[in-house]
């Protein structure tokens, strides 16, 4: 972490942020105070809502639509945010202030290379020209162990992993050299091999240029790594402020406590029916994309029986995702089978029938872009009870009902809502009922709570434990996180670009001795411990293996 001076960079005082909904203002930010010195890293955490997110983009000035900062003083290097003119914080941002979000893929222009994005900042603010520019990224794509940074810049945003994307957000935020960067849950999406890596570029980027920066997470173990100190916010106001070692050792609050003590859940493991007939049955299914010219999966074969949840792990780009396409006939495969309880599927989910299409269900990542904002929550949930059940009228508002209190929401506060007016869990939970309405025997929930913060993901967990325990469901269960397998899965199988490395009992995977791969995934998994980081890397620097820049 980095060595911080004692010059004042970012002060806020009494900041209050309300935000409109209902028809009415209400406070999400209620007077947060936050001294943020040159060179120093100050971690913000806390649960959905807390207001993390909306404190860190009021550094730049700034309030997302529906928003407005109506109290206390924000400075920046002695400049008053709050009553500054929109021409001066145009000037700050990108240039002085820059910020690095969550969803790299979402953030760049597909329409244009990366480092014509990185230029772009550059010429807008006169720092350069784009010769200068172009110089100037490769560098720093040199510097942050981009692989080819001579020619990667050339690639459009699809054209690269999302490691690299978000490496490549991070050097875009340093192409005016900024005095402070706001990284808003940066490797939330990341797997743990990608995700070490994205660290270590930050880390570095941060004490080569002495930046300062607030770094945005609900991954305690993560911003233990990153910050020099702790700050933990709840409902919009501080709950504790300490420097990161004293945080982390002796948290003096319950609620920090509680933060701390997250993810203890584990479900009962099941073993496996000595004679088993499997409810899903993946047999050799190879599989290609771009027509057969990009092979992605090779030779893949594994089962899941009804009631188990079988959990699918490896880094971005192993198949663990096209797996699951295959399984529902969006992707057909080029060769191999897939069977529903004995009975052989049509490759192409255009030749399913309805039936069959019911049996296996999806539950997604990022339940926004997976529900129509413009649809109410009643239908949302009851498309699938018309399309699949053929219910209308008071059977159809009978049943939303039962799923409603399935998921553990209330019909009449939460059925006649927009998902905009949902938090992050609750609009999952949607996701869940509406999986459920199907009637399926099984779901894949493809990491349905990666984006979650701990005190919800758990509970998203617990929810769909109880929910295959009451119906007997199969899930495939793909994630990156290995605290989530541990929690929810009776096997797991280990992939690695496109093939199947390891599978077995949970206990027998995280058990030694492991395949080499998995065992460079379980020692990626950080831990709440200031000093794992460089640890884990002097290790694999003595062992000559794989680094953290995966070179």
Known sequence: ????????????????????????????????????????????????????????????????????????????????????????????????????????????????????????????????????????????????????????????????????????????ALSCRPDLIIFDEP???????????????????????????????????????????????????????????????????????????????????????????????????????????????????????RGHTVAVVGESGSGKSTTARVITGLLPPQEGKVYCDGEELPRDYHRRTKDQLRQAQMIYQSADTAVNPRHKIRDIIGRPLSFYLGLEGDAKDRRLRELMDMIEMDADQFLDRLPSELSGGQKQRICIARALAAEPSFIICDEVTSALDQLVAE???????????????????ITHDLATVRAIADEVIVMLQGRIVEQGPKEEIFSPPHHEYTELLLSSVPEMDPDWMDRVLEERRAKGGITAAGN
């Open 1 to 172: 972490m980095s060595t911080n001076s004692q010059e004042v960079l970012l002060e806020m005082r009494g900041l209050k942020i309300e935000g409109f909904s209902e028809e009415q203002w209400h406070q999400i930010v209620k007077g947060v105070d936050i001294t943020l010195h040159k060179g120093e890293v100050l971690g913000l955490i806390g649960e959905s809502g807390a207001g993390k997110s909306t404190i860190g983009i009021a550094a730049m000035g700034y309030a997302k639509p529906g928003c407005r900062i109506n109290g206390g003083s924000i400075k920046f290097d002695g400049i008053e945010l709050t009553t500054a003119s929109e021409e001066q914080k145009r000037k700050l941002r990108g240039a002085r202030i820059a910020y690095v979000a969550q969803s790299a893929a979402a953030s760049f222009n597909p329409a244009h290379k990366l480092i014509d994005q990185f230029a772009e900042t550059v010429i807008e603010h006169g720092v350069g020209s784009r010769e200068q520019a172009y110089k100037d990224a490769k560098e720093l794509y040199k510097r942050i162990r981009m692989p080819d940074p001579d020619q990667i810049g050339f690639r459009y945003p699809h054209q690269v992993s999302g490691g690299q994307l978000q490496r490549a957000m991070t050097a875009m």
């Open 187 to 305: 490797t939330t999406a990341l797997d743990v091999t990608t995700q070490i890596e994205v660290l270590v570029t930050i880390r570095d980027i941060v004490e080569q240029f002495n930046t300062a920066a607030i770094y945005i997470t609900h991954d305690l173990a993560v911003v233990a790594q990153m910050a020099d100190r702790i700050k933990v916010l709840r409902y919009g106001e501080t709950v504790e402020d300490a420097d990161t070692r004293t945080m982390l050792s002796a948290p003096t609050q319950d609620y920090t406590k509680s933060l701390w003590a997250v993810r203890s859940f584990r479900k009962e493991v099941k073993a496996p029916p000595p004679e088993p007939t499997p409810l899903i049955k993946v047999e050799n299914v190879t599989a290609t994309y771009a027509r057969g010219l990009l092979p992605v999966l090779y030779n893949v074969d594994f089962e899941i029986n």
């Open 459 to 477: 509970g998203i967990l617990k929810l769909l434990d109880r929910l295959q325990q009451e119906l007997n469901l199969a899930y495939m269960f």
